[in-house]
């Protein structure tokens, strides 16, 4: 018995040192210590031995188990080392590495980066507001009373409210950051300089000016003895930070039910340079051919709006701006298409 267990000792040995993979060592662990493995069923053969031979001979058995599991752990560490090495061969630490792709801010986010700062600077602060937005706050509250006609412009996407406690027409997508007046100003008390950058919904044609879904500056102004030569500072200094200061601006009279004045503020247009056609010789889609785009809407704020807050309009007065932020940006990086703001080719992200 003891020259078997001798030889099933040297026979694994021999075999597990010759190996060089580690699947072909669990293929020996099976073949000598797995349930029917040759030393395992010499091990049950003990049991037929006369009893004063079985204790020396398990001695036996046990130390040749230990040298086979000694050993295949030895092995299995030197043939892991080995691929290891090899591994670290096999790369090419003088090649180049490939260039990670590093994000950025998409060209939306740095406007509203800069619009912030530079209204800052004049001591303006940032508001926040609802998306789903209350009628009231959106309309009312603005001189914009309901079956006013100023609503037919607004275009507005009404959310369903059927099985809720909402009533019917009253909760909306926010069609105008100017719904925030009214929240900010039943809040705050006077001086207020505060702006609002936000995203408005409007059920609009999309084209290359134009689209259902749009980003804006709210802006306002209150304090006492505001007049309309303030508003046109503010926006010539803001403008004129943004986009140069060459850059040409114009006002126009125009209406809106929540000021009195109100006041148009259009910006010569980057894409064709204020001449209406591109140098292709076709006429200017973004400025429809006018050599001008509107960028910012504003007026004094009338005295109903103020008054609907709380304020006394005798005692204040202020005014209220609106900056078409995709504008912004389309005119700043001289784009023609509103519609690549939203485009998710990466060609055109990464020019910015």
């Given at each position: 018995?003891?020259?078997?267990?001798?030889?099933?000792?040297?026979?694994?040995?021999?075999?597990?040192?010759?190996?060089?993979?580690?699947?072909?060592?669990?293929?020996?662990?099976?073949?000598?210590?797995?349930?029917?493995?040759?030393?395992?069923?010499?091990?049950?053969?003990?049991?037929?031995?006369?009893?004063?031979?079985?204790?020396?001979?398990?001695?036996?058995?046990?130390?040749?188990?230990?040298?086979?599991?000694?050993?295949?752990?030895?092995?299995?560490?030197?043939?892991?080392?080995f691929e290891s090495e090899t591994k670290k061969e096999q790369i090419d630490?003088?090649?180049?590495?490939?260039?990670?792709?590093?994000?950025?801010?998409?060209?939306?986010?740095?406007?509203?980066?800069?619009?912030?700062?530079?209204?800052?600077?004049?001591?303006?602060?940032?508001?926040?507001?609802?998306?789903?937005?209350?009628?009231?706050?959106?309309?009312?509250?603005?001189?914009?009373?309901?079956?006013?006609?100023?609503?037919?412009?607004?275009?507005?996407?009404?959310?369903?409210?059927?099985?809720?406690?909402?009533?019917?027409?009253?909760?909306?997508?926010?069609?105008?950051?100017?719904?925030?007046?009214?929240?900010?100003?039943?809040?705050?008390?006077?001086?207020?300089?505060?702006?609002?950058?936000?995203?408005?919904?409007?059920?609009?044609?999309?084209?290359?000016?134009?689209?259902?879904?749009?980003?804006?500056?709210?802006?306002?102004?209150?304090?006492?003895?505001?007049?309309?030569?303030?508003?046109?500072?503010?926006?010539?200094?803001?403008?004129?930070?943004?986009?140069?200061?060459?850059?040409?601006?114009?006002?126009?009279?125009?209406?809106?039910?929540?000021?009195?004045?109100?006041?148009?503020?259009?910006?010569?247009?980057?894409?064709?340079?204020?001449?209406?056609?591109?140098?292709?010789?076709?006429?200017?889609?973004?400025?429809?051919?006018?050599?001008?785009?509107?960028?910012?809407?504003?007026?004094?704020?009338?005295?109903?709006?103020?008054?609907?807050?709380?304020?006394?309009?005798?005692?204040?007065?202020?005014?209220?701006?609106?900056?078409?932020?995709?504008r912004l940006v389309t005119l700043k990086y001289q784009m023609d298409d509103?519609?690549?703001?939203?485009?998710?080719?990466?060609?055109?992200?990464?020019?910015?």
């Open positions: 018995m003891e020259e078997k267990l001798i030889a099933i000792k040297n026979s694994a040995l021999s075999i597990i040192l010759d190996t060089s993979d580690k699947k072909t060592l669990e293929e020996i662990k099976l073949q000598f210590l797995g349930r029917n493995g040759q030393l395992t069923l010499a091990i049950k053969e003990i049991a037929k031995l006369p009893k004063e031979r079985r204790p020396e001979i398990g001695v036996l058995a046990n130390e040749v188990k230990k040298a086979i599991e000694q050993t295949l752990e030895n092995q299995k560490l030197i043939i892991k080392k630490t003088t090649a180049p590495g490939i260039q990670p792709k590093i994000g950025h801010l998409h060209p939306m986010t740095q406007v509203i980066y800069e619009v912030v700062d530079v209204f800052k600077s004049i001591g303006f602060q940032t508001a926040d507001g609802p998306e789903i937005e209350t009628d009231y706050y959106n309309f009312e509250a603005l001189n914009i009373p309901k079956h006013h006609p100023a609503r037919d412009t607004q275009q507005t996407l009404y959310l369903d409210t059927q099985n809720s406690k909402v009533t019917p027409g009253e909760a909306i997508l926010r069609t105008q950051t100017s719904a925030m007046q009214g929240r900010v100003m039943e809040k705050i008390k006077p001086p207020i300089r505060v702006i609002v950058p936000g995203k408005n919904f409007r059920y609009e044609q999309v084209d290359a000016s134009h689209s259902f879904e749009f980003w804006q500056v709210e802006g306002f102004l209150v304090d006492e003895q505001v007049r309309l030569t303030d508003l046109f500072g503010t926006i010539d200094y803001v403008l004129r930070k943004l986009m140069g200061e060459g850059t040409k601006l114009k006002f126009a009279t125009t209406n809106f039910p929540f000021v009195e004045p109100g006041v148009d503020t259009y910006i010569e247009c980057t894409v064709c340079k204020g001449k209406a056609r591109l140098p292709n010789g076709q006429g200017c889609s973004f400025c429809k051919q006018s050599g001008w785009s509107e960028i910012m809407p504003a007026g004094m704020i009338h005295p109903y709006v103020l008054s609907a807050a709380g304020y006394n309009p005798k005692e204040l007065s202020g005014f209220a701006f609106a900056i078409g932020l995709s509103l519609r690549l703001l939203t485009n998710p080719d990466l060609r055109i992200l990464e020019q910015f």
